[in-house]
């Protein structure tokens, strides 16, 4: 475990990710004019708060080697439920949004419940969840609700100026409040060493007397509560709620957690690498912007392929690393996944 | 007969069929003219012709990902194949107006069959790419899948030009509406497929490979099995099914959208087969199952809207409906709930 080469091996994915950014960033400054401005960098942060949030939450989830796939329709149903008691039961913003931010922890809650007691797998009981959020959507309106509340048109429309003429909204502060406390619970406490043990091999955890199961609930209760976070944010964002908003945002954000080089297999990822994950999103979006001659849809054909290359690596290392260890070689294509390797 | 019932309350097919045969009585019951049929000139009319009819392409794409869901896989890139497979198909038939004769006829671009050729064969192609990320790289299979459904999209909407394509042809229309004999043409489809699938897996013994490599793919490997080449060729069959139902859906509403065509039909899938009583841990699987579940969840979406409930529901029965029937198949679920409560009857 403590061999030289290894380390740098489980560095390398958050290198190649962090150069990539730097690289395509780069590239943007030299072939468009005004493309190299703080005020473009922040604009990446303040375009997808959001996705920060719902990212940093799967982050935890993906470490643990489970996926959430109900995080978009938790975001939809998070901007629903804000718009509807906003602006038609006129309730207090603040209640609103500490309501939704127990609603979306509870759903997790209840999620991870299933996960742990039942033995089900993460991937179907998220996909469940996924239908039932977004079907709550529908049950309070088909309807997009917008919202003139003026606490939200206030905090939306507020910009904290930093350095000179750029700003930031408050969606930024937010989000990068929330990725210093996720740093936080990742490396320096009990919890995050669990969520690594769980995601390396969740029956050592066990058996060294891990809380495993307790863990593994509040995992999925941290992506829910992220999910809302990121719901209101999006609130702020859109100053509306619909049903049909962040569709799609669990593959986004499962994209930017594989690109930012955390193993799909659990075990092995960094906070930090997600966050670079985001911005590679954002900057191929800006860069298509930019360019203006190429169409929306390029964004996903060049996310399909950034997907494709750093799963492809990820198989690389693996492989490579099951060699050194030695004994498992000849079973390497059948993948680690947890699933499979149950005796 | 006593055994005979013992044995039919063991068959895996009873409680799919149950599901399906109360939401039937239910709808005769609260529907009048639900189990009406009806030859209207030569074709068959009525609820159930109907209910079939727009299952064919769920039923198509839960028989592919059955045997993928078999050998322990998943394939959540069905929904982008089908975008893509009636995009191909649309872009390439097109149809313009032609004054032939002093008669105005629709032309297809290329001839429909090449049409047809091409796009089953790109939904072939993209089914081997997920084999081979599967199979021969060793992704996760819901990370292979992955980058297809967010790629495939971008792709159909490249094909589409991001448009949708409306097509004028008429033959090509036969697809998804026409009737042959009285019965939509679909079902026909449908048919030939499931009864590949029925001859390939009970009377060869590909059924059993399959079944080997979904409980224990080493095990099989072992055994001599090519667990690899069996994995892969699922996918491809998937993808090529997915691809057929592409061609259905497009025929049906006339046009290709590259956006929405196919949209969260992989879901529709996965519940279909699950329903049908295929374990998602692999290994155990039913081919008529899947045909069952994709019927129970074509005729739920029915009672909802003929019961008058808003369509909106759909979404939250479909999720109750999923939370049961995955609590159901959990082994610890019943091991806590049936154990606990069984001393007491006996």
């Known amino acids: ?343 | 007969m006593r055994r005979w019932v013992a044995r039919a309350a063991r068959h895996p097919l009873l409680w799919p069929l149950i599901t399906l045969v109360l939401l039937c009585v239910f709808n005769a019951f609260f529907s009048p003219g639900f189990l009406h049929l009806e030859v209207r000139g030569d074709h068959l009319y009525g609820s159930i012709v109907d209910i079939f009819n727009r299952a064919a392409p769920l039923m198509l794409i839960a028989l592919g990902m059955t045997l993928v869901i078999a050998t322990r896989g998943i394939d959540i890139s069905v929904g982008a194949v089908v975008a893509i497979s009636a995009a191909i198909a649309a872009v390439l038939i097109g149809g313009t107006l032609v004054i032939k004769d002093g008669v105005p006829e629709y032309v297809a671009r290329i001839p429909m069959p090449l049409a047809l050729l091409a796009a089953l064969g790109a939904a072939l192609a993209c089914g081997m790419w997920n084999g081979m990320l599967v199979a021969r790289i060793g992704m996760q299979p819901i990370i292979a899948t992955l980058i297809l459904m967010v790629a495939g999209r971008g792709i159909a909407q490249l094909i589409t030009n991001g448009q949708i394509i409306t097509i004028y042809y008429q033959p090509f229309f036969f697809i998804g509406n026409g009737f042959l004999f009285g019965i939509p043409f679909s079902l026909y489809v449908v048919a030939a497929v499931l009864a590949a699938l029925l001859v390939a897996t009970r009377r060869t013994a590909l059924g059993v490979f399959i079944a080997a490599v979904g409980i224990n793919p080493t095990a099989s490997r072992f055994a001599g099995l090519n667990a690899r080449a069996i994995m892969f060729w699922m996918y491809a069959f998937c993808g090529l099914c997915a691809g057929i139902a592409g061609l259905i859906i497009c025929s049906n509403v006339k046009s290709a959208d590259g956006n929405n065509a196919g949209l969260l039909l992989e879901l529709d899938a996965i519940l279909a087969v699950t329903l049908g009583g295929t374990s998602l841990g692999g290994g155990r699987f039913s081919i008529v199952g899947s045909i069952i579940g994709a019927l129970i969840i074509q005729t739920l979406t029915y009672t909802i809207y003929s019961i008058g409930v808003p369509p909106e529901v759909n979404l939250v029965v479909k999720s109750i409906v999923v939370f049961l029937v995955m609590l159901l198949q959990s082994p610890t679920f019943r091991a806590k709930v049936f154990r606990a409560g069984a001393p007491a009857k006996s």
Not at chain 1, 262 to 278: E, R, S
């Open chain 1, 1 to 343: 475990m403590t061999a030289m080469p290894k380390f740098n091996l489980r560095y390398l994915p958050l290198a190649v990710t962090v150069s990539l950014f730097a690289v395509m960033f780069g590239l943007g400054s030299f072939f468009y004019a005004g493309f190299f401005s703080l005020q473009v960098f922040f604009n990446l942060l303040i375009d997808n708060a959001f996705l920060f949030i719902v990212a940093i939450g799967m982050t935890f989830v993906i470490l643990s080697g489970g996926i959430d796939l109900s995080v978009g329709s938790v975001v939809a149903l998070t901007t629903m439920v804000s718009a509807s008691l906003v602006e038609q039961h006129h309730w207090n913003p603040c209640a609103v949004i500490a309501l939704v931010l127990v609603m979306g922890s509870g759903f997790g809650f209840a999620m991870g419940c299933l996960i742990r007691f039942f033995d089900l797998q993460p991937f179907i009981v998220t996909l469940a969840g996924m239908f039932l959020a977004r079907g709550l959507c529908y049950l309070i309106s088909i309807d997009s609700i917008s919202i003139t509340a003026p606490f939200y048109e206030g905090i939306s429309q507020y910009r904290i100026p930093i350095a000179g003429d750029n700003a930031i909204s408050v969606g930024v502060v937010i989000a990068l409040a929330l990725l210093a406390a996720a740093i936080f619970l990742a490396h320096f406490t009990r919890f995050g060493r669990t969520v690594y043990a769980i995601g390396g091999n969740e029956q050592s955890a066990v058996l060294m007397g891990l809380a495993v199961g307790r863990t593994k609930i509040l995992i999925y209760t941290f992506s829910g509560f992220c999910s809302a976070l990121a719901g209101v944010v999006f609130t702020f964002y859109m100053l509306s709620g619909y049903g049909l908003h962040a569709q799609g945002m669990e593959l986004d954000a499962i994209a930017a957690v594989v690109i930012g080089g955390t193993l799909l297999t659990g075990g092995v990822g960094y906070v930090a690498g997600t966050v670079f994950g985001v911005l590679i999103l954002g900057v191929i979006q800006t860069l298509i912007m930019f360019d203006g001659s190429l169409s929306s849809w390029w964004t996903k054909i060049v996310i399909g392929l950034l997907l494709f290359v750093f799963c492809l690596m990820q198989r690389l290392f693996e492989t490579r690393a099951s060699k050194r260890e030695g004994g498992f070689s000849a079973f390497a294509w059948l993948g680690r996944n947890p699933a499979r390797a149950k005796p």
